[in-house]
């Protein structure tokens, strides 16, 4: 997991082969340290662009992010596929990434 995005506020940099996630978290979020980390480091082979919520505010507003711990997960090109508002354990991430991985082989051969 490495921290925030590598561009500008509100820049969404694309990695061009696989999703990603986007997990917005705070200082003052247990639940982030306590079940949304652990449930993150279940995943195997997935970048993880963690974000402070509050020192990435443009960012955080661009998904509507009022509650912690939200998840994003990200196309390979850069746009949003699932917003998870509050805890989101790893099956589900697994789910929505496997889903991520199918909607660009379907593409791709379209």
């Known amino acids: ?17 696989e999703p990603y996630l986007i997990y917005f978290t705070g200082d003052s979020c247990t639940v982030c340290r306590t079940h949304q980390e652990p449930a993150l480091a279940k995943l195997s082979a997935v970048r993880i662009d963690k974000v402070d919520a509050v020192a ?18 990200m196309a390979a090109d850069g746009h949003a596929l699932h917003v998870n508002y509050g805890y989101a ?19 791709a051969t379209a």
């Open 1 to 17: 997991m490495h921290d925030g995005p590598s561009g500008p506020a509100g820049h969404l940099p694309m990695n061009g082969e």
């Open 56 to 73: 990435e505010r443009e960012l955080a507003d661009r998904f509507h992010v009022y509650t912690l711990p939200t998840t994003v997960v």
């Open 89 to 107: 354990p790893a099956p589900k991430l697994e789910r929505q990434l496997a889903e991520a991985r199918t909607n660009k082989l379907s593409t």
